[in-house]
Each structure stands twice: as C-alpha cells, then as structure tokens.
C-alpha cells in the first residue's frame, strides 16, 4: 500500500529492535538507547546554554586532563551516567570527566557492557555556539573482567561507537559494526529518525583539516605534508571540535590530524573515548584511521585517559600523508 504519511517515523528504537546485531549482543540495543536518551537531555541543556545562564563558563576545577572543567562539561557526565547506571546492562562506565572507570554492577547480574565517553567534547566552544559533541564508545566486558580489565580494550574490540553533534542539528552517526547510519533529532517527536544509511567517506578529497596554529611543532614529516598539500590545491577547514571536524570529514571527505606536538608528545586526543569511537565510525564507512606509524583500533591501552596521535579520515589522503611521514 502506498504509504499516505509524509513524516519520518523511523525512529532509533525501531531501529534498534530490527537491526541486525552481532551474535551474542542483543541487549546492545538498550544500551544505545540509554545513550540516546541522556543526549537528548544534554541536547536540551546545550540549546539553552544563554538562556539558563548557570550552565555557561566553567566551574573554576580542572578533570583529570588538567582541563578547566566548562558546567556543560559535568552536567553532560552526570546525564549520561544517570542514564547509564539505570540500564540493566552496563557495567562499566569510563569518560573524560571521571578519574577512574566507574562499576556499576558485575557482569554476573548483568552488566555486561562497557561505556566510556566525552560527553561534551569541545564544550569550550560552547560560549561561541559552534558545534559540540558527545563520543561514545561500548565493549563487551568478558565474564569477571574488573573495571580496567573491562575498559582497556583495544578498538577493534567495540561492538558499537558513535557521537551526537549538537550542531545546526542534533544528530547521531552510529556504527553497530555493519555500516554507519545517521539519524537527525525529530524536536518535536523527540526521537532521533534515521536520515542516511551506509554512509561511505569519499576516497580522495583534497581538504586537511588540522590547527595550523602548531605547525611548526609537528615532526618533520607534517610539516613536508603540510607544504605539499599548499602546492597541490588543498583546502583548509578546522573547527575545532573534533565531532564537527570529524563529521565532516566522514559526509564530505578529506583528513582530519592531530599529530603529537612539542608539548603533547603523545598528542592531545584521547584514545579510548575519541579516536577509537571515531577511528572505527571512519572505518566502517570505508575511510582510514592511523596514529601515523598504525592503525589506531590495534592500539592496546595502557590507561584509561592516554592519547594518541590521530590521522583518519579519505583512505587516499591518509595515505598521502602517511608518504610523508
Ligand atoms: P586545539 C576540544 O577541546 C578538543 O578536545 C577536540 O574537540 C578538538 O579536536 C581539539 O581539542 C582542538 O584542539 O589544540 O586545536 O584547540
């Protein structure tokens, strides 16, 4: 029957209860869900950063990072961890603003998942309204594992990653490990619908997007990389705000780097909460996602808060940069 209705109905938890999930993982769906639902709420706060005047600025502490903590900053943390502690399947939780791995509850009464998260990465930009966004990343907790145990995972072990940009729209992209969809938040409905599926990252395009500001910092090999791109008809976008970044280099292609500096030998992003999320996303939509000497889902951690250089983005461009290096 031809369908009479204009709207978009297919919102995220149809979605969730008809996809095709990995064996094994069919409480992941109620996972998302919790993670959906504590951006929403996030989402309203952020809309409403100027009006509510008590959620803008910073709340004169530093995380564990030594970052000036933004009230955004832990208001997002405390959503999102409300939320996750309430689901009967998350265990474990690790994000930006907790020192250490947060146990909810054991895996033998069935926490058996793993969230870590930023939940509001670049909320610096928020006093400008520029985008911000929420990473997450979800592992499978092996029977027993302890809080670090379930935690430090490689990447390559996520059964589900994603971010929500609270942009000109609120939106997910999201990978369950079979492709990248994309869903847009319905206002009115309340729910995210999905917009776009099986999103692929172009293989070439010539856009860097990386902050100039350090050039001069980076190892030789950027900086020949850099001058190359200025006689190969490159363009330049930076934001910023790694979801933003990152979402556009996902939709339109290009490179997206943060390589290590002087003064962030290791680089300034983290691995568990932001490049691993976003390095299996760019993955699975075809694109490439190295430190700059391997692939950053290979990576085995150490600790929860480390980071890691990242080059991801068009296959093509991350291997033009990787013949510099
Ligand atoms: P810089 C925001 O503070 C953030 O963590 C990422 O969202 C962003 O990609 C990066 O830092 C920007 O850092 O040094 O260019 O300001």
Same mark, same amino acid.
């Given at each position: 029957?031809?369908?009479?209705?204009?709207?978009?109905?297919?919102?995220?938890?149809?979605?969730?209860?008809?996809?095709?999930?990995?064996?094994?993982?069919?409480?992941?769906?109620?996972?998302?869900?919790?993670?959906?639902?504590?951006?929403?709420?996030?989402?309203?706060?952020?809309?409403?950063?100027?009006?509510?005047?008590?959620?803008?600025?910073?709340?004169?502490?530093?995380?564990?990072?030594?970052?000036?903590?933004?009230?955004?900053?832990?208001?997002?943390?405390?959503?999102?961890?409300?939320?996750?502690?309430?689901?009967?399947?998350?265990?474990?939780?690790?994000?930006?603003?907790?020192?250490?791995?947060?146990?909810?509850?054991?895996?033998?009464?069935?926490?058996?998942?793993?969230?870590?998260?930023?939940?509001?990465?670049?909320?610096?930009?928020?006093?400008?309204?520029?985008?911000?966004?929420?990473?997450?990343?979800?592992?499978?907790?092996?029977?027993?594992?302890?809080?670090?145990?379930?935690?430090?995972?490689?990447?390559?072990?996520?059964?589900?990653?994603?971010?929500?940009?609270?942009?000109? +729209?609120?939106?997910?992209?999201?990978?369950?490990?079979?492709?990248?969809?994309?869903?847009?938040?319905?206002?009115?409905?309340?729910?995210?619908?999905? @917009?776009?599926?099986?999103?692929?990252?172009?293989?070439?395009?010539?856009?860097?997007?990386?902050?100039?500001?350090?050039?001069?910092?980076?190892?030789?090999?950027?900086?020949?990389?850099?001058?190359?791109?200025?006689?190969?008809?490159?363009?330049?976008?930076?934001?910023?705000?790694?979801?933003?970044? @990152?979402?556009?280099?996902?939709?339109?292609?290009?490179?997206?780097?943060?390589?290590?500096?002087? +003064?962030?030998?290791?680089?300034?992003?983290?691995?568990?909460?932001?490049?691993?999320?976003?390095?299996?996303?760019?993955?699975?939509?075809?694109?490439?996602?190295?430190?700059?000497?391997?692939?950053?889902?290979?990576?085995?951690?150490?600790?929860?808060?480390?980071?890691?250089?990242?080059?991801?983005?068009?296959?093509?461009?991350?291997?033009?940069?990787?013949?510099?290096?």
């Amino acid at each position: 029957m031809t369908s009479r209705i204009s709207e978009n109905l297919d919102t995220l938890p149809n979605y969730l209860r008809t996809a095709k999930l990995p064996d094994g993982e069919s409480n992941l769906g109620e996972v998302i869900s919790a993670i959906a639902l504590a951006t929403k709420a996030i989402a309203r706060k952020v809309r409403r950063a100027r009006i509510n005047d008590d959620i803008i600025g910073s709340v004169g502490a530093t995380n564990v990072q030594g970052e000036d903590q933004q009230k955004l900053d832990v208001i997002s943390n405390d959503l999102l961890i409300h939320c996750l502690s309430a689901n009967p399947n998350v265990g474990v939780i690790g994000s930006e603003e907790e020192d250490d791995v947060v146990v909810v509850r054991p895996t033998a009464v069935g926490g058996e998942y793993c969230v870590l998260f930023d939940p509001l990465d670049g909320s610096s930009n928020i006093d400008v309204a520029a985008g911000v966004g929420t990473i997450f990343s979800v592992l499978r907790i092996a029977d027993g594992a302890d809080g670090d145990a379930a935690a430090l995972q490689p990447g390559k072990a996520q059964v589900a990653a994603g971010y929500v940009l609270y942009g000109s +729209s609120v939106l997910m992209v999201l990978t369950l490990g079979n492709g990248v969809d994309m869903f847009v938040l319905d206002p009115e409905l309340g729910e995210f619908v999905l @917009v776009q599926t099986r999103l692929e990252v172009p293989r070439e395009k010539k856009v860097r997007s990386i902050n100039g500001a350090y050039r001069f910092d980076f190892a030789q090999g950027y900086q020949d990389y850099l001058a190359w791109t200025e006689s190969h008809g490159y363009g330049s976008r930076y934001i910023g705000s790694m979801v933003a970044d @990152v979402h556009r280099t996902l939709l339109k292609g290009g490179v997206f780097l943060y390589p290590a500096t002087t +003064s962030a030998p290791d680089g300034k992003l983290r691995l568990m909460y932001e490049a691993n999320p976003m390095s299996l996303l760019v993955e699975q939509a075809g694109g490439s996602a190295v430190t700059g000497t391997g692939r950053i889902l290979d990576v085995q951690p150490g600790e929860l808060h480390q980071r890691t250089p990242v080059v991801l983005g068009s296959a093509g461009e991350v291997e033009i940069v990787l013949s510099h290096l």
